[in-house]
């Protein structure tokens, strides 16, 4: 007799990750941006010497740290769910997974604490010069941060520098720079750090906007507007080509994903990227010949180009995947 097994832990795990992946990534790229956009403002203070720009430096600082304090609050919440929901996981690859996260806690997040309080307490205890070092170190130090969070999430896409030891029934670390300098993780860091950048500038321009809006402090809002839009513009123009390289990389180290992504169950060549669509709630299994969406619009043959760089190039689809034989 076959005992039923409950899963209720397993869903309650993943929901109380989530939800604190949810609010952690709700701030921390806000962060990122907010690092850049203040430092600039307080760059052109210290190149001016204006009051002006100091004021407004010390506005959008009292935003990032906000922000910092609830992204290093759910932060912390997440590094300790990875031993108390996902132990057996932490023991099996901890080896590889703990070290750019003990890393990122040694380096990285020391480095903020420290230049922070500098940032936040030392206008006028400390030079102009030292000051704005430490505003910049701030927003250096996140930014280390987020390369080796995303170093241990690459490795989970796309493990290497790792080896499987049968004594110890564990994957263990056998090469440490190829874990850490991953095409992947590269990748992954310039896209996310931009896309970051992005949400900063749009954050900047908005409540700008609002200020604006509202007939108040107009010198403000107008400069905060036009660093945040140029910065912005910078930002988003490099985030759609590291964009393209990520999913570039999707494809070919992970074509399931891609597969599931766009919602291709059957492959080819010169296969269309999807639009716009609706997803069929009745498709329930690869092989039950239902259509998968509703309703979609697609561009013909541009998945094939940004998976293989080639509009006749093969894309497989899910079945083709669990089904093999077809060849890339």
Sequence with gaps: MIESIDTSLIDWSRAQFAMTAMYHWIFVPLTLGLAVVMGIMETLYYKTGREFWKKTAMFWM???????????????ILEFEFGTNWSNYSWF???IFG?????????????????????????????KRF????????????????????????????????????????????????????PVAVNKFFHTVLSGWVLGAIFVVGISCWYLLKKRNHEFALASIKIGAIFGLVASLLS???????????????????????????????????????????????????????????????????AERDVDGYVPGIANIIEGGYEM
């Design 131 to 182: 000051h704005l070092a430490s505003t910049w170190l701030t927003g250096l130090g996140a930014t280390i941060s987020a390369w080796w969070i995303l170093v241990a999430n690459a490795w989970m896409q796309h493990p290497v520098g790792m080896e499987f030891n049968p004594d110890t029934v564990r994957n263990e670390m056998v090469d440490f720079w190829a874990v850490a300098t991953s």
């Design 240 to 306: 759609a080509w590291t964009g393209d390289g990520s999913g570039y990389q999707i494809a070919q180290t992970q074509p399931m994903k891609l597969a599931a992504v766009e919602g291709l169950y059957e492959g080819g060549t010169n296969v269309g990227l999807v639009g716009i669509g609706m997803l069929n709630p009745e498709k329930k299994t690869y092989d039950d010949g239902k259509d998968p969406f509703l309703f979609h619009i697609e561009i013909p043959s541009m998945l094939s180009f940004l």
């Design 62 to 76: 009292k935003l990032f740290g906000i922000n910092f304090a609830i992204g290093v609050a759910t932060g912390l």
């Design 93 to 95: 690859v901890g080896d």
């Design 99 to 127: 070290a750019p996260l003990a890393i990122e806690g040694i380096l990285a997040f020391f480095m903020e604490a420290t230049f922070i309080a500098v940032m936040f307490f030392g206008w006028g205890k400390v030079s």
